[in-house]
């Protein structure tokens, strides 16, 4: 595929409306793989975060994952008929529920990034080998960027 060559960004702002497109294709081509689970946006990023900070309220990963409590229990709900979380009584408070995975959501989020993880590696393998290198050694600026939002 040939690229057209654009002009560098003059400015801050030019450069934020470039990184935004691009990021927001790279996005869009991510989300367009689904592994066999074929989990929703929001069921995905729910349990990406169980497995992240279990274990939690409903309340905490509503917090997390920055909407309402009525989005995330419509998400749990969905998520827990599947038999992908549990709810157990919290040890140390026993009037709150406490949420984390089964296995059989282990196993999902495994596969989901499996098949993200082959996505990656077909296209780093299509490009050359100095663009996979000029990609990585950008990483580290992008995570700084990712903290800065």
């Known amino acids: ?73 419509t998400t749990l709900q969905s998520l827990e008929g599947r038999g992908l979380i549990q709810r157990a009584p919290d040890p140390g408070d026993g009037r709150r529920v406490i949420l984390s995975l089964t296995a059989a959501g282990q196993e999902t989020l495994r596969s989901k990034r499996t098949a993200r993880t082959e996505q990656f590696t077909r296209a780093l393998e299509a490009l050359g080998a100095e663009d996979r290198a000029q990609l990585l050694a950008v990483l580290p600026v992008l995570e700084r960027l990712a903290e800065e939002l």
Request: glycine share 2%; proline share 5%.
């Open 1 to 73: 595929m040939i690229m057209a060559v654009r002009p560098e960004p003059t400015s801050a702002q030019e450069a934020a409306a470039e990184l935004r497109a691009t990021l927001g294709l790279l996005y869009r081509r991510i989300r367009q793989t689904r592994a066999a689970s074929d989990l929703t946006l929001s069921e995905s990023a729910a349990l990406s975060r169980l497995d992240q900070h279990h274990p939690v309220t409903a309340a905490q990963l509503a917090r997390l994952e920055q909407v309402s409590p009525q989005s995330i229990g």
